[in-house]
């Protein structure tokens, strides 16, 4: 059963979104938060203005990072409506990850309703240029004052609104990524399967070497052997053999549960491709460069949608991917999945869920 929101009475100004929205440093008029201790589990569910947060310093969020996120987007529809795309999917990683992390679970059905009453009453914030959204940022921190290492017994769940441009400047235009062979993302039985931040602060030393050498992005590769692709910074990775056939590492316990893979391994074959999910070593992706097999690879994440790689550094070497252009397969791809998710082409999947704007 899901209790009801309290929503505050909060002014709603006249939204001026800026030209160069960037990503994540605008946020919305209102946020949602609920809190959590061990008797009376999760209550006070509310919506008000965005605001500050102010925690104990001792807060155990602070000391062993106890903490997780999760990320999807709105969509502005060319009806003026407004699209989520599978909340439900967000949700349920969300409550994934707080296992993982040894926090509780909320209610998925109040989650996604707080994602949809948040949204509609912040829905001046939806901006609508292409490739725009409003990104929705839910997140769980531990705030018990203790710096004891285990499970906090008070816990604060918040979501805000924050009106982005595609994750990369440039849009839908080719990544570079650079083959990190000695620092490694996650382990199996470790927390990559789940949003929490030390997965993230723990990537950014190898951006930084990835950057400095003027690449974009980390490949990872397994933590255990270093041998096997797993992931392409915060996204899941693909390769396109012969033009047609999509491969893509298999969920191993180390990698995360993209909601953007899960849709477009549905929606591929639908497309006429072959998708296989299997284990890809480093290797496999060198020859299969070499040999032409490989014409195209690209990240899935909502925040790109699709990002397609043009080139790669591994050992030393950089290695164009097909014409260092995007190719074909992503450009397919990511026509039908952000038409599908901005309403501009039918849904036959079932996966968005409309929100209706007043005088839309
Ligand atoms: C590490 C990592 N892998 C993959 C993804 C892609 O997941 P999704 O498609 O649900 O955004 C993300 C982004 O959430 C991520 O942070």
Known sequence: MSSAIHIADVADHEVVLPEQLGFGRHFSTRMFSQRYNAERGWHDARIDAYAPITLDPAATVYHNGQMIFDGTKAYRRPDGHINLFRPECNAERFNESARRMGMPP????????????????????????????????????????TLEVRASREYLHYIILSPVAPYFAAGFAPVSVY????????VRGGTGEAKTPGNYAGSIAATE??????????????????????????????????????????????????VTRRSLLQL???????????????????????????????????????????????????????????GPVARRLHGELTGLQTGKRPDPYGWTRKIDVPGA
């Open 179 to 186: 083959v990190s062979d000695d620092y490694v993302r996650a």
């Open 106 to 145: 909320v209610d998925i059905a109040l989650h996604v309703q707080a994602m949809q009453t948040l949204v509609a009453l912040d829905h001046r914030w939806v901006p609508n240029r292409e490739g725009t959204a409003l990104y929705i940022r839910p997140v769980m921190i531990a705030t018990e004052k």
């Open 209 to 258: 070497v990835a950057l400095a050498k003027g690449y974009q992005q980390v490949l990872w590769l397994d933590g255990v052997e270093r041998r096997y692709v797993d992931e392409v910074g915060a996204m899941n990775i693909a390769f396109v053999f012969d033009g047609r056939d999509i491969v893509t590492p298999v969920l191993t316990g180390a990698i995360l549960h993209g």
């Open 268 to 326: 591929a074959p639908d497309l006429g491709y072959t998708v296989d999910e299997r284990r890809i070593a480093i290797s496999e992706v060198l020859e299969g460069l070499a040999s032409g097999r490989i014409t195209e690879i690209f990240g899935m994440g909502t925040g790109a949608v699709i990002a397609p790689v043009g080139h790669m550094y591994f050992e030393g070497r950089d290695i164009q991917v097909g014409d260092g252009e995007p």
